[in-house]
Each structure stands twice: as C-alpha cells, then as structure tokens.
C-alpha cells in the first residue's frame, strides 16, 4: 500500500516565489502542494476548509502576517506543522514565530535538500532551524536566567525523551539510545505537548531551555 503523500500548504505575497516552490517540489513523490495562499487570512480559510500537514510561511505579507497567520493556526489547529520560509532572520521575526508554535524557520537561501529535509522533518513532530536561527536561539536562551524544575506533569521517561529530542536526534535515534520502539517516543513526546500545552517538538524544547530543564549547549 502507498503512503499518503505529505499534504502542503505554500504561503507567500510573491507569486513567482510560490510557483518556484512548487517546482522544486513537484519531483519529490512524498511531497505534494494542495494550495497556495497570498497571506495570513487566505491561509487560515484553506487551513479551515482543508487540513494541510506542513505550511511553508512567509513572514512579511500584507493583510495578515506569517506571525499572526501562525499564532492562530496553531491554536485552532495545534497538529498542522509550520515551517517558516523566510529571506528574515531578524530576532524579532525569529523569536516571534517561534513562540507563535512555527515547527521549524528555514532561509529563503537555503539549499534544496535542507527545505526537503525540514519539510519531513516536521511533518514528522521534529524540529528544522536553520543553523543561523538555531545560534541567534541558544544565544538568547544561554544568556537568560533558567526557573527551577517543576516537572509540569512530565514524568522521568517524558522528560528524558524531550531532553533526547533537544539534542537534534530523530524519533527513530532516540528510541535506539533508550531502547523503545519509535511509537513509544511519539506517544511520549505527544503526552509532552499535551502537558506542556506546545503543538510542535521546537516549542517543547523552547519551554524546557526556559524551565531550565535543558541545557541549551546540548541543544542541536
């Protein structure tokens, strides 16, 4: 039996940026775009109407924004991934759409083979930074006061997990280091968003680094 394709949803102001995307991903056979949207608001009504696994985000668009468009996604819909795909890197555009539960941030100068590789990696509950995004987060993080541990209803293994999770290791790696099977980690790691009220695997580890229950020099 097949497997389902990975369902897309493209978000970008620029047309041209819209149809070069869908190019370079036409020859990918687990990947396919079901819709295209010129900003936010468009975007939410096609998310609304039809469930896409991963979003590729814009930033700066007009109407409404990628920050705003994936705040409220992710709270209607906490389990469609959000991949921002963006020429901004500055902090407040980083950190904004981290926070607002964006699963991954890629650079519009990024090599092909990254944007497929972060495309499947969310999909797949992981997290996909570009090397230049992850230094600007462990800088923040490294440099702001941790609180104390108070687990937040996460027990030792969910916990565990999420610090393997941290380090950049996929499900399939972390479930080999703990010998459990792949599904144990993903209903881990799903009882941790659940907990920690997060949709995605980056926002996890974003609560944890500020919880102080992660080491951001482990973070990979």
């Given amino acids: 039996m097949e497997e389902r394709s990975i369902q897309i949803l493209l978000v970008d102001d620029h047309p041209i940026v819209r149809k070069g995307t869908k190019e370079m991903l036409e020859p990918y056979a687990d990947l396919t775009v079901i819709g295209e949207a010129a900003d936010g608001r ?6 609304n109407a039809t469930r896409p696994d991963v979003i590729l985000m814009d930033v700066s668009m007009p109407g409404m924004n990628g920050i705003d468009a994936t705040k409220q996604i992710k709270q209607h819909h906490p389990s469609v991934a959000v991949l921002v795909l963006t020429s901004f890197d500055d902090d407040a555009y980083v950190f904004a759409l981290l926070e607002a539960g964006a699963a991954g941030y890629i650079l519009k100068n990024a090599r092909e083979e990254e944007l497929i590789n972060a495309i499947r990696a969310v999909y797949q509950g992981e997290s996909a930074l570009h090397p230049s995004i992850a230094k600007k987060v462990l800088n923040r993080f490294s440099a702001q006061p941790t609180e104390s541990f108070d ?4 027990s030792p293994r969910e916990l565990e997990v999420l610090r393997a999770a941290a380090s950049g290791s996929t499900n399939k790696e972390i479930a080999k ?11 881990h790691l799903a009882n941790v968003f659940s907990k920690l009220g997060v949709g995605s695997r980056t926002e996890a580890v974003l609560f944890g680094i500020k919880r102080g229950w992660i080491d951001p020099s ?3």
């Fill in 177 to 187: 280091v703990l010998d459990i099977s792949p599904r144990t980690v993903q209903v």
């Fill in 151 to 154: 687990g937040e209803g996460l």
């Fill in 218 to 220: 482990t973070v990979g």
């Fill in 42 to 47: 468009e975007a939410l009504a096609f998310v």
